[in-house]
């Protein structure tokens, strides 16, 4: 009788083995997969101090009002240096701002205030800037990357980065920013 009770005992650490086994391989699998955060554009994007030329001197300027958002998947938190966002133009740079190093707890997102001064003076070369003056409608597009660390349970860290690229169109009638679509 001595042996089946040993056969039983050993089969019990088994399967406790076993299970302690898919119990980790699924922790692994799920909190300890890090990916890199979402960064985006919230609308509405508020439009100020607009100014545009005419035909003949085609220019324009203007502040974009914004809340930036790093929305963070992971277990742990993300956190990030200063970074920047950039506003072009047909490619070119005609604004930027700086958002500040801040950490995106858990699970969670987070929205940081930015406002970007963007000004048609920064172009140079040929632009198709007075056809689209005309047209009252200026088509943007912006980019960021933002990179940091996700820290797990105190211990790992690893380096991720969220890029952000968005398309939109200021709207030079209605001074605001239409058809906002980031990636």
Do not use: W
Not at 69 to 94: D, M, R, W
Not at 104 to 133: E, H, Q, V
Not at 147 to 168: A, F, Q, Y
Request: aromatic share 6%.
């Amino acid at each position: 009788m001595k042996g089946g009770g040993n056969k039983k005992c050993l089969g019990y650490v088994a399967i406790f083995i076993v299970f302690q086994i898919i119990v980790i391989t699924i922790f692994a699998l799920t909190v300890m997969k890090v990916k890199g955060p979402k960064v985006r554009f919230q609308t509405p994007i508020t439009v100020s101090n607009i100014n545009s030329g005419s035909s003949t001197s085609a220019s324009f300027s203007a502040d974009l009002v914004t809340k930036f958002a790093v929305k963070n998947t992971n277990f742990g938190h993300f956190k990030y240096p200063n970074s920047t966002v950039s506003i072009l133009y047909e490619g070119q740079v005609i604004g930027s701002a700086v958002v500040p190093s801040q950490k995106a707890k858990a699970r969670s997102t987070r929205r940081t205030d930015i406002t970007i001064s963007i000004d048609s003076s920064k172009l140079s070369g040929t632009t198709n800037l007075p056809s689209a003056i005309n047209a009252g409608a200026i088509p943007l597009t912006s980019e960021s990357t933002l990179k940091g660390k996700v820290e797990l349970i105190k211990i790992i860290k690893k380096n991720k980065s969220g890029k952000m690229s968005c398309t939109m169109t200021l709207n030079l009638a209605s001074k605001a920013v239409d058809d906002l679509k980031c990636k």
